[in-house]
């Protein structure tokens, strides 16, 4: 229990800290350009013309809407990650509590130790079939998160709080509208998670001494959620 709550407090200080980059991300993505380029140089000490960095565009949103505005769409955001790690963690304990019956029957019997690569697709089927719980629970907020940091873009303001933008979604969508997105989503997931489960486990065994742990899978993964380049399909 306790160990959920330091995720789930561990997470919302990360969510709220990327906040601002998370936000001119998504801007970025949906081909919001509102800057002019710049001459600037590059690796090779050329002048081209260059389009301003995040925080060049952080600095251009809270001058119109204040540095209050850069958190626009936190509070779904806050609400996804919390939901997202609470069903996450469920569903493994589901797991770890079916493994123990087998374990207890057979304590007295020699067991077989699966191999390292039967443990890396068992390992990641589990956590492919957790995460996909997670995404397809909190996949509503994650519509109400984009759609209210993307209205900026034509000063909108349809999408203001979380409850009047369910009601939004669902008058003029219906059950629908809040799943907008959800198959490239779970497909980028389910991708990025078994490719880097399989890099971790090839370069613990043929980059790494036996001793690493097959966590650098984990942290691979834990890059991938923060360094995501996915588009946003959700709009």
């Given at each position: 229990m306790a160990d959920a709550a330091s995720q789930v407090l561990l997470g919302s200080g990360l969510t709220i800290l990327s906040q601002p980059l998370m936000y001119v991300k998504v801007l970025i993505q949906v081909g919001y350009e509102p800057l002019p380029p710049t001459i600037g140089r590059n690796i090779f000490g050329r002048q081209v013309y260059q389009l301003p960095g995040l925080f060049c565009y952080a600095q251009h949103i809270a001058s119109i809407d204040g540095k209050r505005g850069l958190f626009t769409g936190l509070t779904?955001?806050?609400?996804?990650?919390?939901?997202?790690?609470?069903?996450?963690?469920?569903?493994?304990?589901?797991?770890?509590?079916?493994?123990?019956?087998?374990?207890?029957?057979?304590?007295?019997?020699?067991?077989?130790?699966?191999?390292?690569?039967?443990?890396?697709?068992?390992?990641?089927?589990?956590?492919?079939?957790?995460?996909?719980?997670?995404?397809?629970?909190?996949?509503?907020?994650?519509?109400?998160?984009?759609?209210?940091?993307?209205?900026?873009?034509?000063?909108?303001?349809?999408?203001?709080?979380?409850?009047?933008?369910?009601?939004?979604?669902?008058?003029?969508?219906?059950?629908?509208?809040?799943?907008?997105?959800?198959?490239?989503?779970?497909?980028?997931?389910?991708?990025?998670?078994?490719?880097?489960?399989?890099?971790?486990?090839?370069?613990?065994?043929?980059?790494?001494?036996?001793?690493?742990s097959y966590d650098l899978g984990k942290i691979c993964w834990f890059l991938c959620q923060y360094v995501d380049i996915s588009l946003c399909a959700c709009i």
């Open positions: 779904p955001r806050l609400c996804s990650g919390v939901l997202g790690t609470v069903v996450h963690g469920k569903v493994l304990q589901y797991y770890q509590e079916c493994e123990k019956p087998e374990d207890l029957g057979s304590a007295n019997v020699q067991k077989e130790y699966p191999s390292s690569f039967d443990r890396v697709i068992k390992e990641t089927t589990r956590e492919m079939i957790a995460r996909s719980a997670a995404t397809l629970i909190t996949h509503p907020f994650h519509v109400i998160t984009l759609r209210s940091m993307v209205q900026f873009i034509g000063r909108e303001s349809k999408y203001c709080g979380l409850c009047d933008s369910i009601v939004t979604i669902y008058r003029e969508e219906g059950i629908v509208g809040f799943f907008a997105g959800l198959i490239p989503r779970l497909l980028g997931d389910i991708i990025s998670l078994w490719l880097c489960n399989s890099l971790a486990y090839l370069i613990n065994t043929y980059a790494l001494d036996s001793g690493v």
